[in-house]
């Protein structure tokens, strides 16, 4: 992962634990907040709001 951003191994240590610790201090309280809705609803707006976005022209897959 860090030839390809290039940067150094370590700055992608801290980028992988710093969304750790995001992923880690957002999912209580958001739990929290959607614990009283209905369950169905809350999967389907997850899983359209994950869809990844469309990739633009100039992103294109290295061929090797």
């Known amino acids: 992962m860090a030839p390809e951003l290039g940067v ?3 700055r992608v240590g801290y980028l992988v634990t710093g969304y750790a610790v995001a992923s ?4 209580t309280p ?3 907040a959607l ?10 707006g997850a ?6 976005p469309t990739p633009s022209p ?3 897959p ?3």
């Open 58 to 60: 100039r992103c294109r």
């Open 24 to 27: 880690f201090l957002a999912a």
């Open 35 to 44: 614990r009283g809705l209905p369950r169905r609803p809350e999967l389907i």
């Open 62 to 64: 290295r061929t090797v």
């Open 30 to 32: 958001l739990t929290a």
């Open 8 to 10: 150094s191994e370590a």
């Open 47 to 52: 899983l359209l709001g994950s869809q990844p």
